[in-house]
């Protein structure tokens, strides 16, 4: 699976940005997809994903900030970000795996292309 992801750039503290990444046959061959974050010179960290029924998950620090969704026979999977802090600066990578699980434990089978949230005043 090719996945490829788009959005990102920079904005304030308290800002939004919305990142979307398509994932094709995402339903069709029942496959979750995760977004990760890597800081400078540390690895890459789970955000949060979602079941290709739609079952979704985040990690502690977004959670009430981010929100994951994507459609019902949607191939794109979206990472809607608000309440964006200086410390969410880093490159947000999207990546599949068979289930959500795997996802989060970073056991992954296809990874897209990185793509920098920069959040500065």
């Known amino acids: 699976v090719q996945l490829q992801a788009s959005g990102g750039g920079s904005v304030q503290p308290g800002g939004s940005l919305r990142l979307s990444c398509r994932a094709p046959?995402?339903?069709?061959?029942?496959?979750?997809v995760g977004w990760f974050r890597q800081f400078p010179g540390k690895g890459r960290t789970f955000v949060a994903g979602?079941?290709?029924?739609?079952?979704?998950e985040s990690e502690d620090s977004v959670r009430g900030r981010f929100a994951v969704s994507a459609g019902n026979y949607d191939d794109t999977v979206v990472l809607e970000m608000r309440g964006l802090r200086p410390e969410d600066t880093a490159v947000y990578y999207c990546?599949?795996?068979?289930?959500?699980?795997?996802?989060?434990?970073?056991?992954?089978?296809?990874w897209g292309q990185g793509t920098q949230v920069t959040v500065s005043s």
């Open positions: 990546a599949s795996a068979k289930t959500l699980g795997q996802v989060q434990q970073g056991s992954i089978d296809s």
């Open positions: 046959g995402r339903v069709a061959s029942r496959y979750a």
């Open positions: 979602i079941t290709w029924h739609g079952i979704t």
